[in-house]
């Protein structure tokens, strides 16, 4: 697979090069295959699937805000001659299309924010675990606690554990510490996009409340929401969510 910014990436090609591209931004200590098959194959569109800076194949440090990682994804986009495309961007992806939404509105044709917020707090009894290797695995055992909906299948709820638990500590803690400092209330209105927000209604990390709030302060924002999702709507719904992604660009 090939390498543009120094990112490593996925690349389906659906939908030729008429509409602008799908760019899919992953959640926090992720990687691009956080995506499952349905939603990186979304039928008639062009999708390019990301590892963020230190993710998966894509070398280098993380970084340790969203800023940062935005600048990454732009850099990304020149690199590959995109002039606009659509940011679908999960928790701390969501985040970073926010933020390029924010900074180049020109590049971006739509937005889909799937379990994110305008702001990312992070418990600080997780944020302070996850800073010493230590106390690391107390980290990761709190964030999985709020990673899951009450439905997720086991097979899933192992799948998901065994991933987050290989992640390198200062990988993650990164991303935390990214989260935790963004905050876009201030600009969040400015944000001008077609924009879908889609939230579980059992999401332990990003909560309904946070949807309704992007929903809110997004000007014609619509929100849809997937009744005993948990954090982790792309692994948990990958149809229905490749589905609703799908009717969404259409109306682009």
């Known amino acids: ?145 709020r990673s899951f909906g009450p439905h997720t299948p086991a097979a899933l709820r192992e799948t998901f554990s065994r991933r987050v638990g290989a992640i390198r500590q200062t990988l993650l803690h990164g991303d935390l510490l990214a989260c935790d400092r963004f905050d876009s209330e201030d600009w969040l209105h400015k944000i001008h996009p077609q924009t879908l927000v889609l939230c579980g209604t059992a999401d332990g990390i990003t909560p309904l409340r946070y949807a309704e709030n992007l929903a809110r302060q997004i000007s014609g924002a619509a929100l849809q929401t997937i009744d005993g999702g948990g954090h982790l709507l792309p692994a948990e719904h990958p149809t229905r969510l490749a589905r609703l992604l799908g009717m969404f660009l259409a109306t682009l």
């Open 1 to 145: 697979m090939p390498f543009a910014g120094e990112l490593y990436f996925f690349l389906h090609e659906g939908g030729g090069q008429v509409r602008p591209p799908v760019i899919l931004l992953h959640g926090l200590g992720c990687d691009a295959l956080a995506w499952p098959a349905d939603i990186r194959r979304i039928p008639g569109a062009r999708v390019l699937a990301i590892d963020l800076p230190g993710h998966g194949k894509s070398g280098g440090p993380g970084r340790q805000s969203i800023d940062a990682y935005a600048q990454a994804v732009v850099l990304f986009l020149k690199e590959l001659g995109i002039e606009k495309a659509f940011l679908v961007g999960h928790c701390l992806g969501g985040a970073v299309a926010l933020s390029v939404a924010a900074h180049l509105p020109e590049r971006v044709a739509g937005l889909a924010l799937v379990a994110t917020g305008s702001r990312l707090p992070i418990p600080s009894g997780i944020l302070e675990n996850a800073a010493n290797p230590s106390t690391f695995p107390l980290a990761i055992k709190m964030l999985l606690e």
